[in-house]
């Protein structure tokens, strides 16, 4: 007798539906994308409990008639594709056919249909897979699912689902995705009679239905485009709304691909990528990004939920996605270099700044540059670690690159100024600020045309020299500052053999060291911003962050490197300023082209505007 046996449908659709519905936001997934295939343009969420109790999906779709709402009840059918062919360039949301079945094989679910051609519509109720009863009946065009008892058959499942809350924040999570993904689609979901979400039909835009679902509080939100121009159509249009960086820890990305949502980890690190030296440790990129490119590039059969694809060119794709993120916050510093100094945008390139030193220290130029740029380098591994192919023929950091420990910026006071203010009458401030004093040694504060600004001197500072650092480490051309007595240090075993190692990366950070005999060596240049610290502590953080590319992490990205070095040379929190100094930075911000972060993530600026000082006192 065989051992073999086929599967009986029941039971199959039960198995189905352990990949498909893996929890009551996955029926709302279902449903609403069946909706929106159906050409709905008004969509009704209604859910009690955490939606095992109830689910109902009401659209104004094209609805079915009776052969096929008791077809959708099979196994594998569906109206979205017929050959072989579509299978390569899928445009639906729903087209495996598993989703109905699946639904109805653990819960109890009534299906009602009209099309609007017809005078009746069909009702089906199901118990747990089984017809128990089909009539016609009355009702508005569309369809409209109801879906009871959940995992009512298969308690073992129940048993895993997280808390009402959790649950019902998936759910609301799934309504969120598509509602983005489609700024016509109207949507109303309520929970417990509710409601939630109310968003109209057919009357926002992508920005206004992005601002609606992320809320006011979150800020401005910054807006990305860039149109495709890979001549083969693998290079994908990028558009979307992304959130300030400073935005709390809790943001989520939401990323699309040819209006469908899917999680990707490529694309999440793209986004990353461009917001490299703009997000604080510990802080993902949040926001909503639509990737828009040919069906047969990229392929959506390839997870039994339809949550993640896979590109034809994933390396184009990256790379695309980081030069649109990058664009996006170029245009977010001019646009804040608007409203904080009412200044012009800045032509890149053009504009230069140049503090006169004071004797012995190194000025600081701050020249325009192109802010969208190839990463720098990531510093070799002791041991070969993979990364990602060059795109175009120029080097691209790879996906698994693994980032270092973020130094602790210097709080104590003690460091050089860098400012000239020698025999100089007091200059005004720049655009449209008017400088009014320092708070505790640490925060400018400025008054502007429609409330109060405070400027860490310390970040803003930072961000400017570490901005240089970049351009000169790009050029080759960091510029050193040769020590009147060369310091001679005796280095550990580990120390010696990083100097070995990385004698080309050091070199080229603008430290002159040499072997002195025995475990010594010589230092005898220092980079020129770090002229004024000790040899013992620049080398010190050379060596903690070149260890980390030996010690199993697969290296150190030559940013964290310069930002240790701009942090080091930066103004401290604690020092005081003169009015000159102050309006000096003020300025060299203002001629700046990336001026609003930290190279660690932490907001330069905070303004506070006359409504909210108004409401401080009541008087708003």
């Known amino acids: 007798m065989s051992r073999i046996k086929i599967l009986p449908e029941n039971l199959a659709n039960q198995i189905a539906a352990g990949e498909v519905v893996e929890r009551p936001a996955s029926v709302v997934k279902e449903l609403l994308e069946n909706a929106i295939d159906a050409g709905a343009g008004q969509v009704t969420i209604q ?27 099979e196994r594998h059918a569906t109206s979205k594709i017929v050959s072989l062919a579509e299978l390569g360039a899928i445009r639906s949301l729903g087209f495996r056919g598993e989703a109905v079945p699946s639904i109805a094989s653990v819960a109890r679910l009534r299906i009602t249909s009209r099309p609007a051609a017809q005078v009746l519509g069909t009702q089906v109720d199901l118990r747990f897979g089984r017809i128990l009863k089909v009539h016609e009946m009355g009702g508005s065009p569309g369809t409209s699912f109801e879906v009871t008892d959940l995992f009512g058959n298969v308690p073992a499942r129940k048993k895993f689902l997280k808390s009402t809350r959790t649950e019902l924040a998936h759910i609301e999570e799934v309504v969120k995705n598509y509602a983005l993904a489609r700024p016509a689609l109207g949507v109303n979901f309520t929970v417990d009679g509710r409601e939630v979400l109310r968003l109209p039909v057919g009357l926002d835009t992508p920005r206004s239905r992005a601002e609606r ?12 485009g860039r149109q495709g121009q890979d001549e083969n159509g693998d290079e994908p249009g990028v558009s979307g709304y992304l959130l300030p960086p400073d935005t709390p820890a809790s943001a989520r990305l939401r990323i699309f691909v040819n209006g469908r949502a899917i999680h990707d980890r490529l694309i999440a690190h793209a986004v990353s990528e461009g917001f490299q030296n703009f997000l604080m440790k510990g802080r993902g990129p949040g926001g909503v990004i639509f990737l828009t490119m040919p069906l047969e590039s990229v392929d959506v059969n390839v997870h039994p939920t339809k949550q993640e694809v896979r590109f034809h060119k994933p390396a184009v794709v990256h790379q695309a996605v980081v030069v649109a993120v990058q664009s996006a916050m170029a245009d977010f510093q001019q646009t804040l270099k608007q409203e904080i100094f009412r200044t012009s945008p800045v032509v890149s390139g053009a504009a230069r700044a140049v503090a006169t030193p004071v004797k012995g220290y190194a000025p600081l130029c701050v020249e325009s540059a192109p802010v ?35 130094p602790q910026c210097g709080d104590q006071a003690g460091s050089p100024r860098i400012f000239d203010v020698s025999g100089e009458e007091p200059v005004s401030s720049p655009g449209g600020l008017r400088y009014l004093g320092q708070l505790l040694d640490t925060y400018l504060l400025c008054a502007t045309d429609n409330g109060l600004l405070a400027i860490d001197q310390h970040a803003a500072h930072e961000r400017l020299l570490f901005e240089v650092l970049k351009r000169q480490f790009a050029g080759k051309k960091i510029a050193r500052q040769t020590l009147l007595f060369p310091k001679v240090m005796e280095c550990s075993l580990e120390e010696i053999q990083i100097l070995k190692q990385y004698a080309e990366e050091i070199a080229g950070l603008g430290i002159e060291i040499e072997d002195f005999g025995g475990g010594s060596h010589v230092v005898k240049a220092v980079p020129a911003v770090l002229g004024r610290s000790s040899v013992e502590e620049v080398m010190a953080g050379i060596f903690a962050r070149f260890a980390e590319a030996g010690s199993g992490k697969g290296g150190v990205r030559a940013e964290e490197v310069l930002s240790d070095m701009a942090c080091k040379a930066a103004i401290k929190a604690g020092q005081s300023l003169t009015s000159k100094e102050a309006e000096a930075l003020l300025d ?11 190279p660690h993530g932490r907001p330069v600026a905070k303004s506070f505007t006359a409504h909210d000082i108004k409401k401080w006192f009541y008087r708003g």
């Open 213 to 224: 679902i992320f809320g006011k509080g979150v800020g401005s939100l910054i807006e990305l």
């Open 372 to 406: 969208v740029q190839e990463p720098l380098p990531l510093f070799k591994a002791a041991s070969p670690s993979r990364q990602a192919a060059p795109v175009g023929g120029q080097s691209s950091v790879s996906p698994e690159s693994v980032f270092g420990a973020e």
């Open 47 to 73: 859910v009690e409990g955490d939606g095992t109790r109830l689910i109902r999906v009401i659209d104004d779709g094209s609805g079915m008639d009776q052969d096929d709402v008791l077809l959708c009840l």
């Open 588 to 598: 060299q911000m203002q001629r700046a082209e990336v001026f609003s972060h930290c």
